[in-house]
Nanobody
Framework: QVQLVESGGGLVQPGGSLRLSCAASGSRLSTYTLGWYRQAPGKQRELVAIISSTDGTNYADSVKGRFTISRDNAKNTVSLQMNSLKPEDTAVYYC????????WGQGTQVTVSS
């Protein structure tokens, strides 16, 4: 049983930066695909970024060049560095892990507003 806990969300002004982190317990994640999703009120959950077990990455077009996903297998964590934030980035951000089964964190709120 994999458990994921996000941290690092908060309020930031447009153009600012935040770094989200996700800590896992219950299993070593070196062979898992990891990612971040987000969901704004009234919208469907969408993929933000994923990183494979071999460190290949993929990003939503809306965040390319601004967000960076990374993993630290020794620490069993995955992070999302978010730069040049825009109001449309406001959402609850969820950590995700998969190796056959899917696992989700509880979510952390990110609000971009002046």
């Amino acid at each position: 049983q994999v458990q994921l806990v996000e941290s690092g969300g908060g309020l930031v002004q447009p153009g600012g930066s935040l770094r989200l982190s996700c800590a896992a317990s219950g299993s070593r994640l070196s062979t898992y695909t990891l990612g971040w999703y987000r969901q704004a009120p009234g919208k469907q959950r969408e993929l933000v970024a994923i990183i494979s077990s071999t460190d290949g990455t993929n990003y939503a077009d809306s965040v390319k060049g601004r967000f960076t996903i990374s993993r630290d297998n020794a620490k069993n964590t995955v992070s999302l560095q978010m730069n040049s934030l825009k109001p449309e980035d406001t959402a609850v951000y969820y950590c995700y892990a998969r190796r056959g089964a899917n696992y989700w964190g509880q979510g952390t709120q990110v609000t971009v507003s002046s």
